[in-house]
């Protein structure tokens, strides 16, 4: 019976993430990017600015955690395993042309990113407990009108929280600590949900105080790992970019075990794995992005923008560049084990696999600690604010529950909701992209006083 509804959630997954949503999804960026004149272009430097500098406003405005804290608990979503796992799977399925799919959709993921925030950020309410609330499902609802679109939204999201942000999450740790360590599965599951409890039961603000030190440290380790394999292996760099440019637009014949044999593998590996790595789109990130403290949505939707460039362009970047220079895209590996062995060969040590296995753990944590939140708000919109404090007992319960557990269904069905939370979505930001532009134009005309 469970191979069967595996086998039919698997054809669903395959539907769901085919080319149509695949192309709206792009099509969506490429639109809100003509829409909004490259605003991720012309703004660039200034968002980063804003975000990794200034790190929060002058003076306190509405909302839970700052700026830099609200862009770390979306990163600490987003940087996971797809940022190891994923762009290798990329890569040995595409060839290394994938990669340069990656940045065509980060690049233009990240105007999709900043009209999220927008309209998350002027949508947001006030709840209960004095906190903010916001996202896909209240400006589905409140700028469209379309209640029963939000609260679909709400119910993907809050499914795929404990499925993509939970289980799948603190099974690879198990996975990977056990491989690399010895230590059994349900021990990782015990640790690991006490840590998770540590953070999450503390609300927005914790996680905000977590995530804000937790995220920057994680990421420059792996990137200072991949940045040594990257200068050993200098000598390759031009061959590496010449590789991600032709193969993008020309077959490669199978060798080596390599599985990509055309340009629409290569176009859909990229892009898929793109989407999954960095979510613009997907709805999630807007949640964490109302949570700022802020007077003006642009604001924010700037910050927020240089999360798809920090997480795909940057660190996805830097694994394809490993994986690709050392040679190991063609060993026939995929996933977690082909970056490892990209790694150790790389470093000519063992220590390679370390990097890996240690960047994968803290990733899955922080993906864990960032998805609480969003299946907490998505509840919240669901049920009301008096299920949040059993929600959070309940999510860290199925932190170790999911680290012991065979999950090929629970990976499927989360695959399914992770998908199906884009479409929703996307109709919002594609219905209110008038709505968007509006207050794009006003913020920078009255406020930073540029021409639009």
Known sequence: MQDQLITALELIRDWVWGVPLI???????????????GIQFRTLL??????????????????????????????????GTGNIAGV?????????????????????????????????????ETDKFGTMSGGPMYYISKGLGWKWLGTLFAIFAFIAAFGIGNMVQSNSVADAVEKMFGIPFWVTGVVLAAATALVILGG??????????????????YMAGALLVIIIEYRRIPEVFALVFEKAFSPTAAAGGFLGSAVLTTVRMGVARGVFSNESGLGSSPIAAA????????????????????????????????????????TG??????????????????????????????????????????GEKSLEYLVGEKWVMPYRVVFTIFVAVGAVMELQLVWTL???????????????????????VLESKSYFKNQLRRKW
């Open 23 to 37: 192309t709206l999804l792009v099509g969506t960026g490429i639109y809100l990017t003509v829409r909004l004149r």
């Open 46 to 79: 200034y968002s980063l600015y804003l975000a990794l500098i200034k790190r929060k406003e002058d003076t306190d405005e509405p909302g839970d955690i700052s700026h830099f804290q609200a862009l770390m608990t979306a990163l600490a979503a987003t940087v």
């Open 88 to 124: 290798a799977t990329a890569i040995a399925a595409g060839g290394p042309g994938a990669l340069f799919w990656m940045w065509v959709t980060g690049l233009f993921g990240m105007a999709t990113k900043f009209a999220e925030a927008v309209l998350a950020v002027k949508y947001r």
């Open 204 to 221: 927005i603000k914790s996680i905000g105080k977590v995530t804000g030190t937790l995220v920057p440290v994680m990421v420059l380790f």
């Open 291 to 330: 949570a700022a403290q802020t007077k003006y949505p642009v604001t924010q939707a700037l910050v927020s923008m240089t999360q798809t460039f920090i997480d795909t362009i940057i660190v996805c970047s830097m694994t394809g560049f490993v994986i690709i220079a050392t040679g190991s895209w063609i």
């Open 333 to 374: 590996k995929t996933g977690a084990e082909l970056t490892t062995i990209a790694f150790t060969e790389g470093l000519h040590s063992s220590i390679g696999g370390l990097i890996v296995t240690i960047g994968l753990i803290l990733f899955a944590y922080s993906t864990i600690i960032g998805w609480s939140y969003y």
């Open 414 to 436: 989360a695959d399914v909701m992770n998908g199906l939370m884009a479409i929703p979505n996307l109709i919002g930001l594609l219905g209110l992209a008038g709505v968007i």
